[in-house]
Structure formats: structure tokens, C-alpha cells
């Protein structure tokens, strides 16, 4: 399998592109007001009892699909996708990221420089899930793989959908100075971003009360962290490992009805946003446009429902980079890589095929169909 680079891509791609595709998407601003008043309207009945308690979690609900649609904002912001200027892009991102109290700083190390430049290479993307070298060697490893990994068929995996964002964003906080991804002065600046939202979820806790911050924040931020994860786990975490950082090999985009990929800012369009990161996935249907006119047997995409089916039935474990292993049982199926384009089907993908086999024995990976 030829991997290109991220650049190889780009040169080839930006000239069949509009400029308006590279322009800030700044009306996604309005975004902002908009969730914040419906969480502020939503706290504020919650608190003051103005409805009934069986309505409560449905207000949790709401406050959270508003938690996760702040969150899409904020890294679309922090990316430079939405305005220009360093000062209103952290301060739009800090108030986007405060449900998960995720500091700017952070983020834009760990994402926008580590992730995006290192994506899918082994022991140094810190989003993609172990090797069987780190799973024997690291204990850590082995409790996300064999506990809390979404996979196996085994419902306690949900976890990590439920409480994965949380998670991994406090433990790249504390790990952050370590791993290289922030000097120290940097380090301490995240620190402080961080903190200042947790004073403030401390404050709102304080001023509504202990049962009514449970519906306020607490069960909004699991249905937040659900949506989130949603999206991060299948954008990569079906794809192979890959020593060139090629998006069209390890990246998925998945797609909604159109109105959910309205109300969640196009998110779907991973492998789009991974080609053209500062620009806004407002504009990731004309990006999957000229990819599919240039390299259609190469782009791969799912329905978000058939990619979070296939992380259910697969493991989280890499065998090698493009066979993943339930080291436990031996079982293993294989990755999601393109296939060449037959006439039958102009684009097609690998997909992840349920497997039962016992060790070392490998199912065929079937066609599905690359554009929903």
C-alpha cells in the first residue's frame, strides 16, 4: 500500500478548490451564543425548579448535545478555521472547551501539533490505542485494552465512549511537560487554563445546589463525552498505523443525516479536515468533492452507526499496522484500508469483518460502499 504525504495531498487538491474554502467560516461565531444561552436557560430551570423532576434528564440531554456542539466549535476555532487573531481565537476556544475544562494551551500541543502531524504512527499519535509490544510491556495498556477499549463485544468497552474525552484530556494535562508536547512556563500556563474551569464549575455547583448540579453538569458532560467520542474513536481508531502521516489511509470520515452533521459543524469530515485543517468542515462536502474526483478508490468513509458497530465487534490492540488482536483470545480482523476501484463499485473500502476465528486465523475483509 503506497502512503503519500499530507503535502502531496494539498498540492494536488488546493487548486481545484475555491478560495472561499480557506476563508474563516466567521458566522460559525453564532454558534456560541446560541448553546450557551440554551445551557444557561436549561441550569437556570433546573435550578430553580420551574420543571418538573421526570424532565430533568431530559434537560441533561439538552445541555449536553449543547456541551458537545461548543466542543466542535472550539476545535474548528482552534484549528484558525473560524476567526483570525490569536486573543479571539483562545477565548472562544477556552469558553468551547470549558465543559470538559480542557485548556487551550493543551489542546492546541496535543491536537493541533502532535496528533495532526503524527497521525496513526505508532507510539507517537497519542490518540491511536497500543501495539502488542506496548500491551506486553505496559500495564496500562493491557487495562484500557482488555477493560475499558471499546470492543470485544463487551459492553464495560462503552466506558470508554461515556467517559473517554474526560479521561484522556486530565490525563494529557498531567502528562503534557513529560511526554514533550509543553516546556514548562507552558505547561503551567495549561495548569492555570485548566483550573480557572474548574473554579468555575465549582461556582456553578455553589450557586444551584448538589442534586440540581448533577443535571446541570454532571450527567450533561456524559452525554457530551458520549458524542465526542463518538466521533474521535472512529475516525482513527479502525484505521492502520501508518509511518507516513497519510490522511486517505489513516483516517475515516463517517457521515449523518444532514441535519445532525449540521447541528455537530460537519465533524464528520475527518479525512477532509485532516488534508485542510485550518479550514472550516463547513466546506468538508466540496473537499470529499475534489478528493473523490483525484483519488476515489483511496477515500474511505462509513455511517457513523456501521463504524461504532465495528469498533463494538473489533479489539483496540494493533498486531501489526493493519491487523488488530484481542490478545486474549487471539482473534483478529483487519483494518480499514483502501481498495482499488473496480467498475462494479467506483469506491470502495476495506471494512472490519466480524471474526471468530481462533488465533493467527484472518477473515476477508468485505466491500463497503465509500460514500453514504
Given at each position: 500500500m503506497e502512503l503519500r504525504t499530507?503535502?502531496?495531498?494539498?498540492?494536488?487538491?488546493?487548486?481545484?478548490?475555491?478560495?472561499?474554502?480557506?476563508?474563516?467560516?466567521?458566522?460559525?461565531?453564532?454558534?456560541?451564543?446560541?448553546?450557551?444561552?440554551?445551557?444557561?436557560?436549561?441550569?437556570?430551570?433546573?435550578?430553580?425548579?420551574?420543571?418538573?423532576a421526570p424532565l430533568w434528564p431530559v434537560l441533561?440531554?439538552?445541555?449536553?448535545?449543547?456541551?458537545?456542539?461548543?466542543?466542535?466549535?472550539?476545535?474548528?476555532?482552534?484549528?484558525?478555521?473560524?476567526?483570525?487573531?490569536?486573543?479571539?481565537?483562545?477565548?472562544?476556544?477556552?469558553?468551547?472547551?470549558?465543559?470538559?475544562?480542557v485548556s487551550p494551551q493543551l489542546w492546541v500541543a496535543w491536537h493541533n501539533r502532535v496528533h495532526h502531524n503524527h497521525t496513526g504512527k505508532q507510539g507517537v499519535d497519542p490518540d491511536m490505542?497500543?501495539?502488542m509490544e506496548e500491551y506486553r510491556t505496559q500495564r496500562a495498556a493491557r487495562i484500557m485494552a482488555d477493560h475499558f477499549g471499546i470492543g470485544r463485544q463487551r459492553l464495560l468497552g462503552f466506558a470508554s465512549m461515556l467517559f473517554g474525552?474526560?479521561?484522556?484530556?486530565?490525563?494529557?494535562?498531567?502528562?503534557?511537560?513529560?511526554?514533550?508536547?509543553?516546556?514548562?512556563?507552558?505547561?503551567?500556563?495549561?495548569?492555570?487554563?485548566?483550573?480557572?474551569?474548574?473554579?468555575f464549575w465549582a461556582a456553578v455547583a455553589i450557586a444551584v445546589g448538589f442534586v440540581p448540579f448533577i443535571f446541570v453538569y454532571l450527567l450533561p458532560l456524559v452525554v457530551a463525552n458520549t458524542i465526542v467520542m463518538a466521533f474521535i474513536m472512529t475516525n482513527h481508531n479502525l484505521?492502520?498505523?501508518?509511518?507516513?502521516?497519510?490522511?486517505?489511509?489513516?483516517?475515516?470520515?463517517?457521515?449523518?443525516?444532514?441535519?445532525?452533521e449540521w447541528l455537530t459543524l460537519n465533524f464528520g469530515y475527518h479525512t477532509e479536515h485532516h488534508l485542510?485543517?485550518?479550514?472550516?468542515?463547513?466546506?468538508?462536502?466540496?473537499?470529499?468533492?475534489?478528493?473523490?474526483?483525484?483519488?476515489?478508490?483511496?477515500?474511505?468513509?462509513?455511517?457513523l452507526g456501521t463504524a461504532l458497530g465495528q469498533l463494538y465487534g473489533t479489539a483496540r490492540v494493533y498486531a501489526d499496522h493493519?491487523?488488530?488482536?484481542?490478545?486474549?483470545?487471539?482473534?483478529?480482523?483487519p483494518t480499514l484500508v483502501p481498495r482499488p476501484r473496480t467498475a462494479a463499485t467506483p469506491m470502495v473500502?476495506?471494512?472490519?469483518?466480524?471474526?471468530?476465528?481462533?488465533?493467527?486465523?484472518?477473515?476477508?475483509?468485505?466491500?463497503a460502499q465509500g460514500v453514504a
Open positions: 499530507v503535502a502531496s495531498y494539498a498540492r494536488e487538491l488546493r487548486p481545484t478548490l475555491p478560495d472561499a474554502v480557506f476563508a474563516p467560516a466567521t458566522s460559525r461565531v453564532l454558534w456560541l451564543p446560541v448553546h450557551v444561552a440554551i445551557i444557561a436557560g436549561c441550569a437556570w430551570a433546573l435550578a430553580t425548579g420551574q420543571v418538573p441533561s440531554i439538552v445541555i449536553g448535545i449543547c456541551f458537545s456542539g461548543v466542543t466542535f466549535l472550539a476545535h474548528e476555532t482552534l484549528h484558525g478555521g473560524v476567526v483570525r487573531g490569536r486573543f479571539a481565537i483562545r477565548v472562544i476556544g477556552w469558553i468551547g472547551l470549558l465543559p470538559f475544562t490505542y497500543p501495539t474525552y474526560t479521561g484522556q484530556s486530565t490525563q494529557m494535562l498531567f502528562t503534557a511537560r513529560k511526554r514533550g508536547f509543553l516546556t514548562p512556563n507552558l505547561h503551567r500556563r495549561a495548569i492555570a487554563e485548566s483550573a480557572l474551569g474548574w473554579a484505521s492502520p498505523l501508518t509511518d507516513v502521516n497519510d490522511p486517505l489511509v489513516n483516517s475515516l470520515s463517517v457521515t449523518l443525516p444532514r441535519p445532525l485542510f485543517p485550518t479550514a472550516s468542515t463547513r466546506h468538508g462536502a466540496a473537499i470529499r468533492d475534489a478528493i473523490l474526483a483525484r483519488y476515489p478508490e483511496r477515500y474511505q468513509t462509513l455511517p493493519t491487523t488488530l488482536i484481542d490478545p486474549p483470545s487471539g482473534k483478529t480482523w473500502m476495506s471494512a472490519v469483518s466480524s471474526s471468530s476465528e481462533t488465533a493467527n486465523e484472518r477473515t476477508s475483509p468485505q466491500a
